[in-house]
C-alpha cells in the first residue's frame, strides 16, 4: 500500500514538472517586444535600437505559429545585421535572445568558412551543427521528463545485483518456495531502504555494460561522413556487434550511470528528432559573427582572400530558404533567423553583394561605448563585472567592495584608453579590472587577512595611472 502510494506521489511530481516545463516555455514564448526590451536590459546597457529590433523578431517567430497553415509557410523571418564596433553587445544581444526563446542558438564566424572547392569549412555545416544543437536540446528536455522513472529502474537493476532472483528448482516443495520467495521479498525491501538512504553507496558492485565499437571511425575520423550529413554511428552500428564490458563501480556511481542508461531507454529518439528538427525549422537562430571579414570584391591579384565573395554566394541559399542533408535527415532553412554582425570598420554594407544584402533588411548600428555606458555597465547588470568579483573573494572570505568615485574612475580610465589606443568596446573593463586586482587575487590565499579590502579612487589611480599615460605601454597592457 504505502509503495503504491510512493509511486502514485512520484507520478504526480513527475506530472507538475512535465508541466510546469510547458508553462514555463509557454511564458517564454510569448513575451511581448517590451518585456524582452526589459529582460536585455539586465545585461546589456544602452543600445536601445538593437534591443528593439531583435525583440520585435523574436515576437514575430510566436506570432508566425499562430498564424493559419496556408499562410504561415509564406511569412519570413525579417533576418537582422547588426553594424558596430567590437565590445558593444552584438554577440551578447543574440546570445540572451536565444535563451529567451528556448531556441536551438548557434554562434558562427564567417571567416572560418571557405568557398566551396578551397581547404576549409562549407556554409551547411552551421545547418548540420544547429541540427545537432536542436537534438540534444529536446533529448535533454525529455530526459528530466523520465529522470524518476528513470531512477527508479536504476535502483531496481543494482537490487538484482545485490540480490539475484531465485532460481527455480523442481525438487523443493510449494511451501519452501513460497517461503524461501517471501524471505526473499522481504530481503529485498531491507536492501532498497538502505540503498535509497545511501547506506550502501560505498559497496562496490560489477556491472555489464555495452561499449559501441565502430573501428570505421578510427580510419575517417570525425570529418568525412559526419561532414557530408551521414550517420556514421547508423551505417556502421547494426553492422558490428554490440560488446559489453565488466566494470567495477560503487553503487552511487552505479545509481548514475545505470539511471542515465534507463533514461535513455524510456525516450523514443524517433520522437526526439523530429520535434528537434521542427525546433530548429521554425525557432532556430543563427548568429553569423565577423560577416565584414567576407565582405569586399574580389581582387585582381590571387592571394587568401579569393573566395571571400564565393562565400557569400555559398551562403545566399542557406540565408534565403534550401534544404540541407543533415545525419538526422533533411533541415529545411526557410525560417531559420539569421542574425549577422560585423564592425566594418574597412569593408561596409554595401560590399557585400547584392542578393545577400537583401536577405538581412533589418539594418542596426550600436553605438559605441562611452564613459557614462562603461559606468552602468559596471554597476547595473546582474552579471556586472564587479558583482564577479567581488563574489569570487567572497569565497576565500574576503569582502571586496567598490567606492562609487572609484567606479567613475575606472569607467574613465576604460573611455580614455579606448579612445587613444584601440576601441575594443567593454572587453576593455575586463582587462582593466584585472590588472587592477592582480596583486589582491593573488596574495589573498596566503597574505591578505582582512576580511574587507576597499577599492578607492586613490588605489586605481596608482596601479593605473602610470600605464594609462604611457600610450606604447597601455597598448600592450590594456
Not at 228 to 255: H, Q, W, Y
Not at 378 to 388: G, R
Request: proline fraction near 4%.
Amino acid at each position: 500500500m504505502e509503495l503504491e502510494k510512493s509511486k502514485s506521489k512520484k507520478a504526480k511530481i513527475t506530472l507538475d514538472i512535465i508541466k510546469n516545463g510547458k508553462n514555463s516555455e509557454k511564458k517564454i514564448n510569448q513575451l511581448t517586444p517590451s518585456e524582452i526590451v526589459a529582460e536585455l536590459d539586465k545585461y546589456i546597457i544602452g543600445q536601445r535600437n538593437a534591443k528593439k529590433s531583435v525583440a520585435i523578431a523574436l515576437r514575430n517567430r510566436w506570432r508566425r505559429q499562430s498564424v493559419k497553415d496556408n499562410l504561415r509557410e509564406e511569412i519570413m523571418p525579417n533576418n537582422i545585421i547588426m553594424i558596430g564596433p567590437t565590445g558593444v553587445g552584438k554577440t551578447e544581444i543574440a546570445r540572451r535572445i536565444s535563451k529567451l526563446a528556448n531556441a536551438p542558438f548557434l554562434k558562427i564566424e564567417a571567416s572560418k568558412f571557405t568557398e566551396v572547392g578551397y581547404v576549409g569549412r562549407d556554409v551547411e555545416s552551421m545547418v548540420r551543427e544547429i541540427t545537432d544543437l536542436g537534438v540534444n536540446m529536446v533529448k535533454s528536455e525529455k530526459l528530466k521528463e523520465v529522470q524518476i522513472k528513470a531512477q527508479e529502474n536504476a535502483i531496481e537493476r543494482i537490487l538484482d545485483i545485490l540480490l539475484p532472483p531465485i532460481k527455480k528448482k523442481t525438487e523443493i516443495t510449494t511451501e519452501e518456495s513460497l517461503y524461501e520467495t517471501e524471505k526473499n521479498i522481504e530481503t529485498r525491501e531491507k536492501l532498497k531502504e538502505q540503498l535509497l538512504a545511501g547506506k550502501l553507496d560505498n559497496r562496490t558492485i560489477e556491472l555489464d555494460l555495452s561499449t559501441d565499437n565502430t573501428p570505421m571511425l578510427q580510419v575517417l575520423g570525425p570529418v568525412g561522413l559526419e561532414e557530408m550529413g551521414l550517420n556514421i554511428g547508423e551505417l556502421f552500428g547494426n553492422m558490428m556487434p554490440k560488446k559489453s564490458k565488466k566494470r567495477k563501480l560503487s553503487v552511487a556511481d552505479a545509481k548514475k550511470v545505470l539511471t542515465q542508461d534507463e533514461a535513455n531507454k524510456l525516450i523514443d529518439m524517433d520522437n526526439v528528432i523530429k520535434e528537434s528538427i521542427d525546433k530548429v525549422q521554425n525557432s532556430g537562430i543563427i548568429f553569423i559573427d565577423e560577416i565584414d571579414k567576407i565582405a569586399g570584391r574580389q581582387s585582381g591579384n590571387s592571394n587568401p582572400d579569393v573566395s571571400r565573395e564565393g562565400v557569400q554566394r555559398d551562403l545566399l541559399p542557406i540565408v534565403e530558404g534550401s534544404t540541407v542533408i543533415t545525419k538526422y535527415g533533411p533541415v529545411k532553412t526557410d525560417h531559420i533567423l539569421f542574425i549577422a554582425s560585423g564592425a566594418f570598420h574597412v569593408a561596409k554594407p554595401s560590399d557585400l553583394i547584392p542578393e545577400l544584402q537583401g536577405r538581412f533588411p533589418i539594418r542596426v548600428e550600436l553605438e559605441s561605448l562611452g564613459f557614462e555606458e562603461f559606468y552602468q555597465i559596471l554597476t547595473k547588470p546582474e552579471n556586472a563585472l564587479i558583482k564577479q568579483y567581488t563574489a569570487l573573494l567572497q569565497t576565500e572570505g574576503v569582502d571586496l567592495e567598490f567606492t562609487d568615485e572609484s567606479i567613475m574612475e575606472i569607467a574613465k580610465i576604460a573611455a580614455e584608453v579606448n579612445e587613444n589606443v584601440e576601441n575594443i568596446g567593454a572587453r576593455r573593463l575586463h582587462t582593466i579590472l584585472s590588472n587592477l586586482l592582480e596583486d589582491i587575487l593573488f596574495d589573498v590565499p596566503d597574505k591578505i587577512k582582512k576580511k574587507r579590502i576597499e577599492i578607492s579612487k586613490e588605489m586605481v589611480t596608482d596601479r593605473l595611472h602610470n600605464v594609462v599615460k604611457n600610450r606604447d605601454l597601455s597598448r600592450y597592457i590594456l
